[in-house]
């Protein structure tokens, strides 16, 4: 009866004993496959950070944004061409934007009261780049917009309208840069002949085949009204606040408008010779027609603009013979546009946010006497 007990009770430390052996087998095996899981994803993130260090499209924090590559323990900026010598990159190819973009906000609440200053609008826009200009980051633009001002003694507007453009543009998928053409000296204020000089020296700059020609002090009320060009010569600011959010009259084409590259050439450019204030936007709309175009604008809902309010400028008086130049628009463009132009540059200086492009314009001719 003892031998009997004790053999059962050596068989039961027996299987206690393999049951703890199998335990520890279990407990083992965890052990070591946790460990050798830590070491590989130690040993994948150090290939990573490895690889990284010489790729140039990780950790890219901004849109268009290139981040520096590490190299021997200092910070080194390399080139795409040097990167693209030692590895081969498959990148998917970015759409087309689309003719209306997501994101737009429709109807804007444009102001003026509040203080503006470049500093501002500039951490408003970090991702345009030197010279005021901007890539959709997610899609590739149709156009290449190219965004003209007539320019003189307007820095307070040029806050405001940066202020709110910048955004608008980006928005839309724009492709742009701004261009202000300053005009030196006190001299007569002549628009359109800076205009053509804006034509002119942005093809320098850039490859552009849509060009917007804006005033400085015009804010579009909704970013519907998109800055690109169309089949026929566009008029975008077809209704302003000074008057009373309606079209003057049929044939206006002043404040914002915008021609491709075709249409421009067509007509032979803007005429040079209406200096002071008014009658210019009227030859251009004549020189619309007269080759067999039509302009075409938004719908009225979206096509509000507000102006900031000014005293007109000095030396911008309303040009008395712009009446009698309008009506002889036929046999004057040919010898009065881009074929025609002459004027100095003074210098180019790309600010965070535009281009400045001074130039100097020369003088009126003198005028006729009656006598």
Request: with cysteine; aromatic share 12%; hydrophobic share 35%.
């Amino acid at each position: 009866m003892t031998r009997l007990m004790l053999g059962k009770n050596l068989e039961r430390i027996c299987k206690a004993v393999l049951l703890l052996c199998l335990v520890h087998f279990i407990i083992m095996t965890i052990f070591y496959l946790d460990v050798y899981t830590q070491r590989f994803d130690i040993f994948s993130r150090f290939n990573s950070r490895n690889y990284s260090k010489v790729h140039q499209y990780f950790n890219i924090s901004k849109p268009n944004g290139t981040s520096p590559a590490i190299l021997g323990g200092e910070d080194h900026f390399v080139s795409s061409r040097k990167l693209e010598r030692n590895l081969t990159v498959t990148k998917k190819p970015l759409p087309l934007c689309p003719d209306v973009p997501q994101g737009l906000v429709g109807r804007l609440l444009i102001e003026f009261s509040s203080l503006m200053t470049m500093e501002k609008v500039q951490r408003e826009n970090p991702d345009v780049r030197e010279g005021g200009k901007y890539t959709p980051p997610d899609c590739i633009a149709k156009q290449r917009v190219a965004i003209i001002i007539p320019f003189r003694h307007r820095e307070h507007h040029l806050k405001y309208w940066l202020h709110y453009m910048h955004p608008i543009l980006r928005r839309q998928k724009i492709n742009y840069g701004i261009y202000i053409i300053n005009q030196q000296g006190e001299g007569m204020f002549n628009r359109a002949k800076l205009l053509n000089i804006g034509y002119m020296e942005v093809l320098k700059d850039g490859e552009y085949d849509c060009f917007v020609f804006s005033d400085v002090d015009l804010i579009p009320m909704d970013d519907r009204n998109l800055y690109h060009c169309y089949d026929q010569p566009r008029h975008f600011a077809i209704a302003m606040d000074k008057f009373g959010f309606r079209l003057p009259y049929n044939g206006y084409f002043g404040g914002v408008s915008g021609l491709s590259k075709e249409q421009f050439l067509k007509i032979n450019g803007f005429p040079n010779e209406y200096w002071g204030w008014g009658g210019e936007d009227d030859d251009i709309y004549n020189r619309i027609t007269l080759k067999g175009m039509k302009v075409s604008r938004p719908d009225s809902r979206i096509g509000k603009y507000r102006m900031i309010k000014h005293e007109r400028d000095k030396h911008n008086e309303p040009n008395p013979q712009r009446f009698t130049k309008i009506q002889n628009t036929k046999l004057t463009m040919k010898q009065d546009g881009i074929n025609t132009l002459k004027y100095k540059l003074v210098n180019i200086t790309k600010y965070p946010m535009y281009t400045n492009i001074t130039v100097d314009i020369g003088t009126p001719p003198p005028r006729v006497s009656r006598g």
